[in-house]
């Protein structure tokens, strides 16, 4: 991620211009509104969950979802 010089507002300005495109591309390319949770199987807070965690989850998913291996992962070299 690159860092911008600027004042706050400036900052909060570029945030919401990007974030206001990211909807743009989103709605554009799916057809989709990226604020309906419709649209999303599984949400991890990153910042309270560490890597690790992370890993076991979606690969919890994956296996409760498909069955058995969870899509490959261990054979791709993820384990947790």
């Keep these: 991620m ?3 010089k600027g004042s706050s507002a400036e900052a909060r ?3 919401a211009r990007v974030e206001r495109e990211r909807r743009q591309l989103v709605r ?3 057809h989709a509104d990226i604020d ?3 649209n999303y199987h599984l ?3 990153t ?3 560490s890597t690790e965690t992370i890993v076991r989850i979606v690969k ?3 296996r409760t979802r498909f069955g058995g291996e969870a899509s490959g992962c261990d054979k791709a070299g993820v384990s947790a």
């Design 47 to 49: 910042a309270w969950v």
């Design 36 to 38: 309906d949770v419709a």
């Design 2 to 4: 690159r860092q911008l």
């Design 43 to 45: 949400v991890i807070n």
């Design 28 to 30: 554009k390319m799916s």
């Design 60 to 62: 919890q998913v994956l």
């Design 13 to 15: 300005t570029y945030i």
